[in-house]
């Protein structure tokens, strides 16, 4: 079972998505995860990818996209894959497509978790990673609205794939309502 954790950055779909892996046996993909490992190891992607994302900036599709196919043949992920943070864009969201086509698979769910404007930044403010600086934060805001966002459209045209949360709550009432949603899907 594929499944994309979706929504704006601070939204917690982090959160839920290392929790439901974790509790379910399934595989975690968190891009922005990867890319900072990489940025730490400072291998080749790293070193690519580290100025784009201390600005808030996308790395390009081929780049997560290459991250997201040699991920997804890893054992962990063949009980069931989330994705946490891709796809990103419509290039991104028809790569996995493509990916998923080529092994019979198809993307199961998609969680949009919504919290309001002013819950964003400030859990984005107390989280203190090096790109929650207030002009990255801005940036990645930018981007989300106007790359990311668009996406919602794109999944909306299978019916019911997309199951949306209020994730204004505790971290165990959201999961609740995160595991309720993938159950009704
Ligand atoms: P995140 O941990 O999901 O907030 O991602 C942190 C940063 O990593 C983002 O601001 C981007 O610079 C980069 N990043 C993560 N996922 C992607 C993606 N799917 N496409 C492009 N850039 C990404």
Known sequence: MIIIFFGAPGVGKGTQ?????ER???GHLSTGEALRNAIAAQ?????LAKQIVDEGKLVSDEIVTKIVEETLVLPKFQAGTILDGYPRTLGQAEALENILAAKGQKVAVVVNITVNQETLVQRLLARGRKDDNETTIRERFAVYEKE???LLDFYAKTPNLIKTIDGEAEVEEVYKRVKAAVEAR
């Open 17 to 21: 998505a290392a929790l439901f892996a």
């Open 24 to 26: 379910m046996g399934y």
């Open 43 to 47: 291998t080749d992607i790293g070193k």
């Open 148 to 150: 990311t966002a668009p």
